[in-house]
Antibody
Framework: QVTLRESGPALVKPTQTLTLTCTFSGFSLDTSGMSVSWIRQPPGKALEWLAR???????YFNTSLKTRLTISKDTSKNQVVLTMTNMDPVDTATYYC?????????????WGQGTVVTVSS | EIVMTQSPATLSVSPGERATLSCRASQSVVSNLAWYQQKPGQSPRLLIYAASTRATGIPARFSGSGSGTEFTLTISGLRSEDSAVYYCHQYNNWPPSVTFGGGTRVEIK
C-alpha cells in the first residue's frame, strides 16, 4: 500500500523558513521514473504546484517561487524535504506531497493527507 | 507559464444526468493532462491521466477526452457522491512546467 504523510510546523512567523517533510511508504524513490511533488492549496482556493524531485535527483520548481524553494530526498529514510524561505501570510495553505509514478508521466496518483501551515506573527 | 482555464466555475446537475467539464490550455500540452476530484476536507484524487486514461479503481462513468489545448471531463450517470471540485492539471514535461486549473465545482441538484 502506497502512503505519503506530510509533517512540519502548523504555525510559522513571517520571514521565517518553513521546513516540511514528506515520509512515504510502499514505493522507492530509487525506482527509475519515480518522482515526488509538493503542491499547496490556500484556504478556499485552487491547487498550486511548488516543486518536484525525480528518482535521479533532478529537481524542478515553480518559476515564481524558485528563489525561495529547495527540495531534497533521503532515499534511505523514504523522505522528501521541502524548504521555503521568507514565509509570508499569503503562504498560508494546506501543503501536500504526492507521488508521480513512472506510468503516469507526470500525474500525481497518490496524495498525502496534507498539512496545514499558517503564517502569522 | 501555461495557464489552465476551467469552465464553468460551478455546474449544477441532476442525479443520473451527464456533467461536462472543460479545461483549456494557453498552449499545447499534447496529452499531458490529468483530472482530479477533491471533496471537502479531503486530498485530491486522481481520476484521469494522459488526457483519457482512467486511474486505478475509477468507475467507467468518468471519462476524459481531448488533446493539445482543449480537454473535457465527462461524468455520466451523476451520483450524489460526485459532488466535489474537479481540477485539471497539465504536466507538459519539456520544458518542465506544471500548472493546475482553477477548478469546477459540481453540485447535485
Amino acid at each position: 500500500q502506497v502512503t505519503l504523510r506530510e509533517s512540519g510546523p502548523a504555525l510559522v512567523k513571517p520571514t521565517q523558513t518553513l521546513t516540511l517533510t514528506c515520509t512515504f511508504s510502499g514505493f522507492s524513490l530509487d525506482t527509475s521514473g519515480m518522482s515526488v511533488s509538493w503542491i499547496r492549496q490556500p484556504p478556499g482556493k485552487a491547487l498550486e504546484w511548488l516543486a518536484r524531485i525525480d528518482w535521479d535527483d533532478d529537481k524542478y520548481f515553480n518559476t515564481s517561487l524558485k528563489t525561495r524553494l529547495t527540495i531534497s530526498k533521503d532515499t534511505s529514510k523514504n523522505q522528501v524535504v521541502l524548504t521555503m524561505t521568507n514565509m509570508d501570510p499569503v503562504d498560508t495553505a494546506t501543503y501536500y506531497c504526492a507521488r508521480i509514478p513512472p506510468y503516469s508521466s507526470g500525474a500525481c496518483d497518490i496524495w498525502g493527507q496534507g498539512t496545514v501551515v499558517t503564517v502569522s506573527s | 507559464e501555461i495557464v489552465m482555464t476551467q469552465s464553468p466555475a460551478t455546474l449544477s446537475v441532476s442525479p443520473g444526468e451527464r456533467a461536462t467539464l472543460s479545461c483549456r490550455a494557453s498552449q499545447s500540452v499534447v496529452s499531458n493532462l490529468a483530472w482530479y476530484q477533491q471533496k471537502p476536507g479531503q486530498s485530491p484524487r486522481l481520476l484521469i491521466y494522459a488526457a483519457s486514461t482512467r486511474a486505478t479503481g475509477i468507475p467507467a462513468r468518468f471519462s476524459g477526452s481531448g488533446s493539445g489545448t482543449e480537454f473535457t471531463l465527462t461524468i455520466s450517470g451523476l451520483r450524489s457522491e460526485d459532488s466535489a471540485v474537479y481540477y485539471c492539471h497539465q504536466y507538459n514535461n519539456w520544458p518542465p512546467s506544471v500548472t493546475f486549473g482553477g477548478g469546477t465545482r459540481v453540485e447535485i441538484k
